[in-house]
């Protein structure tokens, strides 16, 4: 029997975004397949991890390219960035919590990439005077992310309508980052 490699890792994610703490053989069932099998494909937890990593950020990558970050405003394009983001957002709420993925030199220079071309929307939302300036463009992005995260497991848990995702995250966020105009 063959395996498919990105099955494989879609369920690991789907279920270890839901339990972080799902053992190998629960990771194994969730795959439709033997524990030795996982194995040889992933020698242990932490290669799981990584290879969910690569896998994850290069879906979010994926969702990135979809919102086409340059096109019109800042405000539009983060509204698109959060739809697209939706089917990864469990992965990403996985993998922003895995603290191992943050340690050491070894840090994937996917999160790098990504990091970048979503700061760089909101300094152009800045510049362009959409999004307030006293806020940096870095903690704008890892609030993304923490939204995104939140809006994942609140959709897992059945406490917010997957139809009300990107709403509910989009508006969140442009609320606090919007730059307001200063009465006198």
């Given at each position: 029997?063959?395996v498919?490699?990105?099955?494989?890792?879609r369920?690991?994610?789907a279920?270890?975004?839901?339990?972080a703490?799902?053992?190998?053989?629960?990771?194994?069932?969730?795959?439709?397949?033997?524990?030795?099998t996982?194995?040889r494909?992933?020698?242990?937890r932490?290669a799981?991890?990584r290879?969910?990593?690569?896998?994850?950020?290069?879906?979010?990558?994926s969702?990135?390219?979809?919102?086409r970050?340059?096109?019109?405003?800042?405000t539009?394009?983060?509204?698109?960035?959060?739809?697209?983001s939706q089917?990864?957002?469990?992965?990403l709420?996985?993998?922003t919590s895995e603290?191992?993925?943050f340690?050491?030199?070894?840090?994937?220079?996917?999160?790098?990439?990504?990091?970048?071309?979503?700061?760089e929307?909101?300094?152009?939302g800045?510049?362009?005077?959409?999004?307030?300036?006293?806020?940096?463009?870095?903690?704008?992005?890892?609030?993304?992310y923490?939204?995104?995260?939140?809006?994942?497991w609140?959709?897992?848990?059945g406490r917010l309508?997957?139809?009300?995702?990107?709403?509910?995250?989009?508006?969140?966020?442009?609320?606090?980052?919007?730059?307001?105009?200063v009465k006198?």
């Open positions: 029997m063959t498919d490699r990105e099955q494989v890792l369920s690991a994610g279920l270890l975004s839901r339990k703490t799902a053992t190998m053989d629960e990771v194994a069932r969730a795959a439709g397949i033997g524990r030795a996982l194995h494909h992933f020698a242990g932490d799981l991890v290879a969910l990593e690569d896998f994850g950020l290069g879906e979010f990558e969702a990135v390219d979809a919102a970050l340059h096109e019109g405003d800042a539009g394009a983060l509204r698109r960035l959060v739809t697209a089917p990864a957002s469990g992965l709420a996985f993998l603290n191992q993925l340690e050491g030199e070894d840090l994937n220079e996917g999160w790098s990439r990504i990091d970048g071309r979503i700061a929307l909101f300094r152009r800045q510049e362009e005077g959409d999004f307030r300036i006293d806020l940096s463009a870095s903690w704008l992005t890892e609030a993304l923490g939204l995104i995260s939140a809006g994942a609140s959709v897992q848990t309508a997957a139809n009300d995702y990107q709403f509910m995250i989009a508006e969140l966020l442009l609320g606090g980052c919007t730059r307001r105009s006198e």
